[in-house]
């Protein structure tokens, strides 16, 4: 399931989770976090302009709370770019997907809740092709 909305509404029963964002929506994921239960699982990624935005994040125990700290990376391969916002968590978001699903047909039939925070451009393409994605037709997947 991927939710779209800027205040989701996260059912307690969620289990499996991928929570992404920017540092303006810790506060939308610490939430989201305090409702799952104690034996939920998954994958948190906040991007964050510099060490100094990293904040404590409280999480079940499976669930892990990576930080994409954009002045310690590089961006786009071979170009010598500075790291702009929502390309750590987009390159971080397309591989841990590519670890965990094999295809489109895993993705969407999974139990997953995907949820990504932050302004309406932040990881712009990563949320146009998960809602693109979640939403096809069965026939367009």
């Known amino acids: 399931m991927f939710l779209e909305s800027r205040e989701p509404e996260l059912q307690p029963s969620a289990i499996r989770v991928f929570f992404a964002g920017d540092?303006?929506?810790?506060d939308d994921i610490q939430t989201?976090?305090?409702v799952l239960p104690i034996c939920a699982r998954g994958q948190v990624f906040i991007e964050v302009d510099?060490?100094?935005?990293?904040?404590?994040?409280?999480?079940?125990?499976?669930?892990?709370?990576s930080w994409l700290d954009r002045s310690r990376?590089?961006?786009?391969p071979g170009t010598g770019e500075r790291c702009t916002p929502g390309f750590a968590l987009?390159?971080?978001?397309?591989?841990?997907?590519?670890?965990?699903?094999?295809?489109r047909?895993?993705?969407?039939?999974s139990d997953y809740v995907f949820w990504i925070g932050g302004p309406a451009g932040f990881a712009y393409d990563l949320?146009?092709?998960?809602?693109?994605?979640?939403h096809a037709e069965p026939s367009a997947v």
């Open 90 to 103: 987009d390159r971080a978001t397309r591989a841990w997907l590519g670890e965990f699903f094999v295809d």
């Open 127 to 134: 949320r146009h092709d998960l809602a693109e994605i979640f």
């Open 73 to 76: 990376r590089s961006g786009r």
């Open 50 to 65: 510099d060490q100094s935005q990293i904040l404590p994040v409280e999480a079940p125990g499976r669930v892990t709370v």
């Open 23 to 26: 540092a303006s929506a810790i």
């Open 32 to 34: 989201m976090l305090e």
């Open 105 to 109: 047909d895993a993705l969407t039939s």
